[in-house]
């Protein structure tokens, strides 16, 4: 994602610098490109920082014999239990929405290249985002494997809502409208989004496996992300 961004922004500067386009061009692309990974990056830091500081699930109430003689609180083992899931339940969330600002951008792709003509480059983007997107999911409800009990439906709809729904926002919109601007900021915001979204999942699978199978799984991963790629590629993209 970040190095499609690069790709036009460093093309605008080349060409701003040999004369042949505005400066201006150029200046706004670089914005887009560094202003779009601070979006997506650091927004999203922000954001959640405050989202997990609130309740998602209301926190329970504790009574006198969960604080300690020296003013600690001692969880007992039913609102250990309660955090937990709140806990979960919030880093689910939260990874949702780095993965649904990723793929607002994939739709812009899609968008775009259904209006400009390219039917054939515009299915095998959809095929190609539809094979990746599907391992997503994975990522949204691997925080709430851990819990004793299965996570509510209505909270997968509505987090794989949150996920895949921008996929087909972006699709509309980049029919309709589209720019070398906001091909490099849309871009560049999923670029960002995704290096936070790796974070969460990592910082997740370090909790839950041994480093050894979390490196074997970042392979297949990798292996699978490059592949789908490169089917993207090969349609013309």
Known sequence: MISHA??????????AFSGSSPVIDAIFSLIALFGGIAIGLLGLTWYGRRYMRGSFVRAPVLSSETVGTNGTVRY???ELELVQKVESYKLSMM????IGAHNFSEGLASGQSYVSGALGLALMLIIGFAAHNATEGFGIAAPLTGLSRKPNVRFLAFAGLVGGGPTFLG????SLWSSPFTY????SIAGGALIYVTMLMYNAGRRQVTNDILMLGFFFGLSAGFITDLLVTLGGA
């Open 171 to 174: 699709t509309v919109v980049g």
């Open 76 to 78: 007992g083992e039913q």
């Open 6 to 15: 690069w790709d036009a922004a460093s093309r605008a500067a080349t060409s």
């Open 184 to 187: 490099i900021l849309f871009l």
């Open 95 to 98: 990874i949702a929405v780095g």
